[in-house]
């Protein structure tokens, strides 16, 4: 549906994007998620068709949109865009937002299909409104609805919940999901949250300094994250040196860890290599550790954030480490105080140091 | 009344009351000569004269409205919102025209193009055309007017296209739509306020135009008027014209206010993405340049070359040491009546924020009315109260002459009556950009009222500010009726040169002072487009 | 600079506290053609002549409205109808001197003495000799007459020059003889008409028309610029033997206001500017004819020949002013 090859975008002597590939099947909703400034929405807006390719390609249902001396201007590329700050048409109403891209469709069938639309996000009510009258989520939604009513090819959403509140960002970016699942949409969507992009996406990419590092299911990006940057960037968690004792065990300061010492942690220096007494450094999430007052294990809590269900302990390590555990909240200890804990890691990811 | 006022209840009234005023008591002096209307000659007008000056003045009101705005939006579009050769020279070329008089465009135009003109005769005598589309007529008059006078859009719409960024644009056109049919879409109709701001600057300066006109001898309501007034002597016959103008201008005006406030355009307060222009190539670069050098050369370079050709002829013998003087009074009263009258303008428009309703529009259209009146009319309509103040000061107060009369204070103030409404359209357009949550917002920090006007708003203004007291500055420096009756003795500006010299049809002569204003008028309007550019990309 | 900018700016009466010797006047007459003669008299007479110039209506107006505080002590003007006016409107006030009763014929001053003629604007009529046979002019009247159907170019009725001629007809030959003759010239335009003399003339030259009429001093200026332009002067009137004898003459001219603070003062200038010494000056720096009759004109103004002058008071044009305006409007002359 969506491809991406080799595409690569500076400015003056700045490299904005380097080599970026990425496919998007029909009907998935992609992500590309990483800090501000890693090149994702020049990404987005090379592929909305704002900015020119300098190099690689760009296909859209098997169409090159740009790239090889093409380039196919934005209002012709079939593709629609939801802007961060919603860019609704202050002039018009709700009505004649939704309707503006339905230029083919004349009298009853737009009013038919705009009402389809309204009711597709719930906004049938505020079709008279103008933008200044609704609220940050109605906005939104007018947003979404306009750029789906022409039935565009690919939906792209540039950071399309960060100016709304908490909850409502966590309400609509589910309600969004089911919105394209329903008109089977394909989609790609940049931001900055990974709740966003985790609860959106059937694909993530990380992003950084213009390269994708990682391009997986949520799921495997949390579990078994590329590189270092994708581990950190990703979830929680702290990486703790150790030592690999053979191709099946490493030790850290809290013991063996058994498991497969995975090839993947070939990205940046290749583990296959990394035989016997070579030094690592292991991504232990909270998950991977569990709150056993039993455990001879003793760490002191150095810091705790309370979470409803559950505390999130930062605890100190005998010998400095730091890790952090989620334990339920009855246990509630005291900063200062040595609590028991123990591994319980389910695959180990490692990097070598 | 304490509390009111510092509540700031009252506050916004008692600004903007003195400030209608200003504009208020010359009107009604002058409309005072109602009570004696004058029939005999009233009658006289209404057979002979109303019928042709009305459908003459209609044509032209339509005519250079439209003239304007073709051009006008045209060339803001280009400039603000395209890349194409010469983009950045022709940004504040273009507003050059303004520092011209109108008249002495028009006069140039009609000694080059007329039939005595180089071309024409040109054409006559080596190529046996003998007849050009004869420039002395409706469609002459209405395309010089156009030329002079389309600034006053360009810069409005400008300011419009520049703060309205490109991300609208952009949605319009992941929504299909090309960037041509984007322009018709959604940046025209969201320009509109700023469009009708500019536009309704023209048409008042074309209704109290009597100068260019009367190069053309186009009879229009103000030359009837002062053929009322200083040809049948009848100041009741020229109110009672005046009247039927203010009454057109004011409607006019009201609508245009309603086409405006109907809708709220405050932009989004969030900074636009990088403003990408839309890089214009091949034939639509020839275009663009083509089109922006033809405005620029017939509405300036033209008749500028003219000028500096007979400044040059006369220089040697009509330059002296006080040209000086004149160009440092002239700078001297628009600067300082550019300042007052931003600073009032700015009053206005916050007074008519803080109390949005009938009664302020109202206020604030009598405020600017002054603009649309036979400049020569509101002039003495300010001269008989300053007069009769200063005789009723003589004789309480037993003083030996005159108090008011020939004092710079009246000369501002009255430059106030006249121009408020050119400083009053940027910013009131400028204010409608800014967005109520920041008034809320300052309000919620403690900072309301005059302090938040100068805190928040002066700021975000700067922009609308600097084109508004640009534009007065150089309408200020082409004034003449208000100069030449309120200076004080031996007070002459550039602007009274000119007078002097065109007054006796010595136009060759009147070219040197005539230049010299352009010449000073070129500063500002210079500043006024590269700190609006700079603004726009920060 | 600043201190007289302050002073200005400053709400006080210092500027105008003033010493013995000094002469105000309002001026329509431009500065150029002012100042020298101004400047002569302040050197001669050490009187400091302070002057401000606009047009004539805002002028009077101003004078109106100042009543009997008004600073200025002369009046001063380029048109016969405007003092006629200015004196109708009791702004003026009656100077009995015998020097200007001697130095100012009677018919181009006030017959109450409130206003003197001090140069004389000659309208006659200016045609294109390659075009037009100096035989075929005669009068003014006759520029009516249908042989020059599509000949004649005029400047705007709204120029008071043109009004005050069509003044003079008026009282001549009564509103409806003078209106056919408006109505005539209106019919035998060759186009619409011109803004400016210089503009009429410039037409006749090109060949757009063979006739018009203008003030003679345009015509000397044109020439001076282009003196190969084919041009030429000729002297309507002449050889009539009723009142509407002789070319038509109106006058730049002065007078004393009612309220003068100056009045001795305002009275000598008027006098000295009527006298020979200063009319040379007055009338030549514009290529008028001197008013005062023992004064000859520049040689260069007096080189386009000699002519009889219509004797009647100028004064009747300011009478007939509106009535000529109306006139004209009724004939469809713009």
């Known amino acids: 549906m969506l491809i991406l090859e080799n595409v690569a975008q500076s400015y003056g002597t700045k490299q904005v994007l380097k080599g970026v590939n990425l496919q998007l099947k029909a009907g998935q909703i992609g992500c590309l998620l990483g800090p501000s400034g890693c090149g994702k929405t020049t990404a987005l807006r090379l592929i909305a068709g704002f900015e020119r390719l300098r190099e690689g390609t760009i296909f859209l249902d098997g169409e090159t949109v740009a790239g090889a001396g093409a380039h196919l201007p934005p209002e012709r590329r079939r593709v629609g865009l939801v802007f961060q700050d919603f860019a609704l048409f202050p002039h018009l109403d709700v009505a004649a937002n939704v309707g503006f891209g339905l230029r083919h469709l004349k009298g009853a069938d737009l009013r038919q299909r705009v009402r389809e639309m309204l009711d597709l996000v719930g906004l049938a009510g505020e079709a008279g409104a103008f933008p200044h009258q609704l609220s940050g989520g109605q906005q939104q939604r007018v947003a979404l609805a306009r750029a789906l009513a022409p039935r565009p090819r690919l939906l792209l959403l540039d950071e399309p919940f960060s100016s709304l509140d908490v909850e409502l960002r966590e309400k609509l970016s589910l309600e969004v999901r089911d919105i394209l699942n329903q008109e089977g949409i394909t989609a790609l969507l940049v931001t900055h949250d990974q709740h966003e992009a985790f609860a959106m996406a059937d694909r993530v990419g990380i992003m950084n300094q213009g390269v994708i590092q990682q391009w997986d299911t949520p799921y495997n990006l949390y579990h078994q994250p590329a590189n270092r940057f994708v581990a950190d960037f990703v979830g929680q968690g702290v990486l703790l040196p150790g030592k690999v004792i053979n191709s099946r065990q490493v030790e850290i300061e809290l013991g063996v860890l058994e498991g497969r010492i995975p090839g993947e942690c070939d990205a940046e220096g290749g583990c296959a290599k990394c035989d016997k007494g070579c030094m690592v450094d292991v991504l232990i999430r909270p998950d991977d550790i569990l709150h056993d007052d039993a455990s001879p294990l003793l760490a002191t809590v150095e810091r705790k954030a309370f979470r409803g269900a559950e505390f999130l302990y930062t605890l100190r390590l005998p010998q400095g480490g730091r890790v952090q555990v989620l334990v339920p909240s009855h246990h509630n200890h005291a900063i200062g105080e040595g609590i028991g804990i123990r591994l319980d890691v389910d695959h180990v990811v490692a990097f070598r140091r | 009344m304490p509390g009111l006022i510092a509540s700031g209840r009252l506050a916004p009234w008692l600004a903007a009351a003195p400030i209608a005023l200003l504009t208020a008591v010359p009107v009604l002096v002058v409309l005072s000569a109602l009570a004696h209307p004058d029939q005999e000659i009233w009658d006289h007008l209404w057979r002979f004269v109303l019928p042709e000056l009305l459908v003459n003045t209609l044509w032209l009101v339509l005519g250079v409205g439209l003239g304007v705005t073709l051009l006008g939006v045209s060339l803001a579009w280009l400039t603000a919102a395209c890349e194409y050769p010469g983009r950045r020279f022709f940004a504040w070329a273009l507003l050059l025209p303004l520092a011209l008089p109108a008249y002495v465009t028009a006069f140039v135009w009609l000694g080059l193009f007329d039939f005595t003109g180089p071309l024409a005769t040109w054409l006559r005598e080596g190529h046996g055309i003998m007849q050009l589309p004869p420039i002395r007529s409706r469609g002459g008059v209405i395309l010089v007017m156009s030329l002079a006078l389309y600034p006053y859009v360009y810069l409005t719409a400008r300011a419009a296209f520049q703060g309205q960024g490109r991300r609208l644009l952009e949605a319009a056109q992941s929504l299909g739509e090309s960037p041509w049919r984007a322009f018709w879409r959604v940046a025209l109709p969201m320009a509109r306020p700023g469009i009708a701001a500019g536009l ?281 009726p208000i100069t030449l009756m309120t200076r004080p003795f031996g007070w002459d500006t550039l602007a009274v040169r000119v007078f002097e010299m065109t007054s006796e049809g010595e136009w060759e002569r009147a070219a040197l002072p005539a230049a010299a204003i352009a010449i000073v008028g070129l500063l500002p309007v210079f500043l006024l487009i590269r700190h609006a550019d700079h603004h726009a990309h920060t | 600079m600043r201190k007289s900018f302050l002073a200005a700016l400053a709400l006080t009466a210092i500027a105008t506290a003033a010493p013995a010797a000094e002469v105000v006047v309002y001026s329509a007459r431009n500065e150029q053609l002012i100042k020298p003669l101004f400047d002569a008299y302040t050197k001669e007479t050490g009187v400091q002549v302070k002057f401000v110039t606009d047009k004539e209506g805002p002028l009077m107006a101003r004078l109106k409205a100042e009543g009997r505080n008004t600073p200025a002590d002369l009046f001063m003007t380029v048109d016969a109808g405007n003092l006629w006016q200015a004196a109708e409107e009791g702004l003026l006030k009656p100077v009995s001197s015998k020097t200007l009763a001697a130095n100012v014929p009677a018919h181009l001053r006030d017959p109450d003495n409130e206003w003197f003629g001090l140069s004389v604007r000659a309208r006659t009529v200016v045609y294109n000799p390659n075009r037009v046979k100096p035989g075929e002019l005669s009068t003014y009247e006759d520029l009516a007459n249908p042989k020059w159907k599509g000949r004649l170019c005029l400047r705007t009725s709204k120029k008071v020059y043109n009004q005050s001629l069509v003044a003079m007809m008026i009282w001549e030959h009564g509103e409806e003889k003078t209106e056919a003759t408006v109505r005539g010239w209106v019919k035998n335009l060759a186009t619409d008409p011109l803004p400016d003399d210089t503009k009429a003339m410039e037409a006749v030259a090109a060949g757009l028309c063979d006739a018009t009429v203008v003030n003679t001093y345009y015509y000397g200026r044109l020439k001076d610029k282009k003196p190969g332009l084919p041009l030429a002067i000729f002297w309507p009137n002449q050889n009539l033997q009723n009142k509407a004898a002789g070319v038509h003459v109106n006058v730049s001219g002065a007078g004393v206001t009612r309220h003068a603070k100056h009045e001795k003062e305002a009275v000598r200038l008027l006098e000295w500017l009527s006298s020979e010494k200063a009319q040379n000056l007055y009338a030549d720096v514009n290529m008028e004819y001197p008013a005062n009759p023992r004064v000859k004109a520049d040689p260069a103004v007096a080189a386009w020949g000699g002519f009889k002058q219509n004797l009647i008071n100028v004064a009747e044009a300011g009478k007939l002013q509106a009535k000529a305006v109306m006139l004209m409007d009724r004939a469809g002359y713009k």
């Open chain 2, 200 to 480: 309704l600057l023209a048409i008042m300066e074309t209704l109290a135009d009597f100068g260019t006109v009367s190069v053309f001898n186009y009879n229009t309501f103000t030359t009837a008027i002062y053929k009322a007034w200083f040809s049948l002597f009848s100041l009741p016959a020229a109110a009672q014209l005046a009247s039927v103008l203010i009454f057109f201008v004011f409607v006019v005006a009201l609508l245009e206010y309603q086409l405006r406030a109907s809708r709220n355009y405050a932009a989004s307060t969030r900074a636009a993405a990088t403003p990408t222009r839309i890089r214009l190539g091949g034939w639509g670069a020839a275009l663009a340049t083509g089109w922006s050098a033809l405005v620029f050369g017939l509405a300036f370079a033209l008749p500028m070359w003219q000028i500096l050709d007979w400044a040059a002829g006369v220089f040697a013998s009509d330059f002296d040491a006080r040209y000086l003087e004149f160009a440092w009074h002239t700078l001297l009263l628009a600067g300082l009546g550019a300042v007052l009258v931003g600073g009032l303008a700015l009053v206005l428009g916050y007074a008519q924020r803080l109390r949005p309703g009938a009664a302020m529009r109202v206020t604030a259209r009598v405020a600017t009315l002054g603009y649309a009146l036979p400049g020569a009319v509101l002039a003495v309509g300010i001269f008989i109260p300053v007069a009769w103040l200063d005789n009723q000061l003589i004789e309480r107060l037993s003083l030996d002459g005159q108090v008011l009369g020939g004092t710079l204070l009246v000369m501002l103030l009255a430059y106030c009556a006249r121009f408020l409404a050119v400083s009053h359209g940027p910013v009131d357009a400028g204010l409608a950009r800014i967005s109520r949550g920041i008034d809320e917002a300052s309000q919620s920090l403690g900072v309301a009222g005059a302090r938040r006007l100068w805190r928040v708003h002066l700021p975000m203004l700067r922009v609308s500010l600097l084109g508004a007291a640009a534009l007065t500055f150089v309408d200020i420096m082409k004034e003449l």
